[in-house]
């Protein structure tokens, strides 16, 4: 089994917190909420196309040829093809999050930077899914545990260039130490965006920038990030 790269190891924070997560995520979202909102609009100039080629497309060949082994095929490719579009994205914005947490404003264009790592994140995509299914059929427990032990699998993975086994096992082992810790801070980040969402949507102008930087807070408190001097002093200039 792959050891963690030592820079990850060093990194690692020995204790998180739900609370310091949660304040901080608020106080850093202050003043970050429209750039935060502007990288969402940039990545659903993606997400939204892709959607439309690679699942709505296929979706209908195969409503109008069930049979067929063409349109099934399509449909595969397309969901692989959307993940592998996407992926990059997810990742970026637990990334965005840290890199406010390492005080630095917010770059919008950052959710485009990790599309060199599409391919590996496709990969570990493939593997996390299929590891969280196989526990989701071993009594649901297992299933559920892995799904919160992988929450940073991707972002590691687009960050320190880990690859998917080293990433998926990076994100476990740490986020295990915190385990009921990271369930109870994930569930009160659904639970506060449901009830925003539920008040006409209108709240989510807060939970969600709010929400980015606490993730990004977690991440940074857990495995440690520091942004790029070079290229802030280059957006200052």
Known sequence: ????????????????????????????????????????????LVMIPAGLIFQVFPGILQERNPYSNLAMFLGIAGQVAYIFFTNPL???????????????D??????????????????????????MFLGFLALIIPGI??????IFAMPLSADKGLS???????????VTKHWFAMF??????????????????????WTIPWSICA?????????GYEADDSEQESLQA
């Open 1 to 44: 089994m792959s050891q963690e790269p030592e820079s990850v190891t060093q990194a690692a924070q020995p204790t998180f917190s739900i609370g310091h997560a949660l304040n901080e995520g608020m106080r850093l979202s202050n003043g970050a909420k429209w750039p935060i909102f502007k990288a969402l609009l940039l990545s659903l």
């Open 90 to 104: 997810t990742a970026a914005f637990t990334l965005i999050g840290a890199e406010r947490a390492a005080g630095r």
């Open 106 to 131: 917010v770059r919008p264009r950052q959710v485009f930077d990790y599309y060199h790592r599409a391919w590996p994140l496709l990969l570990l995509y493939i593997v996390m899914v299929v590891l």
């Open 145 to 150: 545990y892995l799904s919160v032990a992988y």
């Open 164 to 174: 998917f086994w080293q990433a998926l096992e990076t994100s476990r082992k740490t």
């Open 184 to 205: 109870g801070f994930i569930l009160l980040l659904l639970l506060m965006n449901l009830a925003a969402l539920l008040a006409f949507g209108v709240g989510l102008i």
């Open 215 to 223: 993730v990004g807070v977690a991440y940074r408190q857990l495995f």
